[in-house]
């Protein structure tokens, strides 16, 4: 059967995914195909607001920053209230903290005594900490303990102090989503969207304001992705440049040119290797993303040369695309990983620095001191993959999209009378990295969406987002004898938002649509979007560790194993 009738209307199948969800308009520029262009500011929204057309035009510029700024305030505002409290530390904080207050003493992870793992009192006078200058063996590289030794440098070694950088870092990462999804989806507010979603996730909410690494992780990899989305659109605007011209101004595809143009130096490309080399070098789940995302930017060069022209692209892309995609992600996320590494270089009493000195071998021809971090890098890898010790909250990677274990962070009883407890029996605070319920699981919904999206409709977009996401999830699932928590899913997070935001944009319909139908599109997105608001701040009081009643905190258990 014919896709379109003889009239030129699409054949019914495809009206019907017309109204299903959002399908573009055919391009039949090839420069348009190659570089999407941002829409002009004349959308309905801003002629419903009524403003002069000059106005409007202003108003829309000025939303493409003022848009994810104001979001991005709004997030950081409840993330940095009370940001010292609880004071004492919470969950591996009793980690990372003190292994960042050593790096910035030492340049390497000194010794704590076992006897003072956890004392707050021994922490609040730096004068009597009894930080011991031998090196300490550590799981995790340094890079995430240093950025959280920047909040210690500032603030001393508080509370505030080890939580402020990852307050930071979770603020500007839904800045950078909002920009991110607007670059992605072409649509201001879908990419406010997407970053107000992430605002009010639970998860994300909790790891902002505990000096954990996850965060931190998503916030290296979430700036690549973005730096590879910027790459992306400049490398194809250079092919796009170089294809002919024909006489009525439209730029035609051609074989040769687009089989043989290079793109130019890609700094974009250059930063997302140094920003996925600082991820990788805070926790090692970095380098999946590392490898998945190496993959998807050359597929997109494959794409990139089919539009142009390219009877054979892959050809084209082994060519001329290859070997620079690889050096400026692989070698430079190496070089990246290395330069983190410079105070245990620097010193004498880091953990096995001095392992390889005097001995001989096969490798002696390398360095002695890569030898000594090569051995100890693989002790760790044994002890990370080793690691079975039984956790009352660890959970299986298969459960984590549905909330099935969540983490708890800090749980304290209160007596009535004491700390704000009014209540007649004792009350409770507690800190559960909990995503919002309601966003959770509409995210799954939106993962089938946008799977359907690239598996049918094979759109870029929802490939990016299920790369994203399968670099962050799947490779847990090589791991499930080891004792792994559900705040994982933090990292790939951003791109859950990304999927739902691109589910309801598909509710609210194009653009074109008749105007009863963009009306209940519009009052089904809102709605939701609402309850997954309403959601967060129904849990909000175990996320910040308030003071409320037992009971109270009871009935936000929703699953027994919640609790």
């Not at 035009?57 to 609880?86: E, I, K, N, Q, T």
């Amino acid at each position: 059967m014919s896709r379109k009738a003889a009239h030129g209307r699409p054949a019914s199948w495809e009206r019907w995914l017309h109204r299903f969800g959002y399908v573009a308009s055919p391009r039949t520029s090839v420069r348009d195909r190659l570089v999407v262009p941002f829409p002009e500011p004349r959308s309905q929204l801003w002629r419903t607001l009524g403003p002069s057309p000059a106005a409007a035009g202003r108003l829309a510029r000025w939303s493409g920053w003022g848009g994810p700024l104001l979001v991005a305030l709004l997030a950081g505002l409840p993330r940095f209230w009370r940001l010292g409290s609880p004071r004492n530390l919470v969950f591996d904080e009793t980690y990372y903290a003190k292994d960042a207050w050593s790096l910035r003493r030492l340049g390497y992870e000194g010794t704590w005594p076992d006897s003072k793992t956890a004392d707050p009192q021994v922490l609040a006078d730096p004068q009597v900490i009894p930080l011991s200058d031998t090196g300490s063996f550590v799981a995790h590289p340094p890079t995430g303990k240093w950025v959280i030794a920047l909040g210690e440098w500032m603030f001393g070694l508080s509370p505030f102090g080890w939580r402020f950088m990852t307050a930071v870092m979770g603020t500007l990462s839904v800045l950078m989503l909002c920009r991110i999804g607007r670059r992605l989806f072409r649509s201001t507010a879908l990419g406010c969207l997407a970053g107000a979603l992430m605002a009010v996730d639970g998860s994300h909410f909790v790891m902002s304001r505990t000096a954990l690494l996850d965060l931190i992780v998503m916030f290296f990899v979430l700036a690549a992705f973005g730096c590879l989305l910027i790459d992306r659109d400049r490398a194809r605007a250079r092919l796009a440049a170089a294809l002919p011209v024909d006489d009525d101004g439209h730029v035609r595809p051609d074989d040769d040119i687009a089989g043989r143009a290079g793109t130019g130096v890609r700094p974009w490309r250059l930063a997302a290797g140094v920003f996925l080399g600082l991820a990788a070098s805070t926790k090692w789940n970095g380098l999946y993303f590392l490898a998945f995302l190496t993959i998807l930017t050359l597929l997109w060069d494959v794409g990139a040369r089919r539009v142009a022209g390219a009877r054979h692209p892959y050809r084209a892309v082994l060519r001329r695309d290859l070997g620079r995609s690889v050096l400026s992600l692989v070698p430079v996320a190496a070089a990246t990983y290395l330069a983190t590494w410079t105070g245990w270089f620097l010193s004498d009493d880091g953990y096995g620095r001095h392992w390889a000195d005097g001995r001989g071998g096969t490798w002696s021809w390398i360095p002695a001191p890569l030898r000594s971090l090569w051995h100890y890098e693989h002790g760790v890898y044994q002890f990370n993959v080793g690691l079975h010790t039984p956790h009352s909250y660890q959970s299986d990677p298969w459960s984590w999209l549905v909330l099935g274990r969540p983490v708890l962070f800090h749980y304290q009883s209160v007596k009535p009378g004491e700390d704000g407890c009014h209540a007649a029996s004792d009350c409770s605070q507690a800190i559960l990295a909990l995503g919002t319920p309601l966003l959770w699981w509409s995210a799954c919904c939106a993962l089938v969406y946008v799977l359907y999206r690239w598996a049918l409709r094979r759109d870029w977009r929802a490939g990016a987002v299920l790369c994203a996401v399968g670099a962050g999830y799947l490779p847990w699932f090589l791991y499930q004898e080891r004792t792994v928590f559900s705040f994982y899913t933090v990292v790939f997070l951003p791109y859950l938002c990304l999927a739902l935001a691109m589910m309801l944009g598909a509710l609210l319909g194009p653009p074109g649509r008749k105007a009863e139908r963009r009306r209940r599109g519009v009052v089904a997105a809102g709605a939701l979007v609402l309850l997954i608001a309403w959601n967060f701040i129904y849990f909000f009081p175990v996320y910040t560790g308030l003071t409320i009643p037992y009971s109270s905190w009871h009935t936000r258990m929703w699953l027994d194993t919640w609790v």
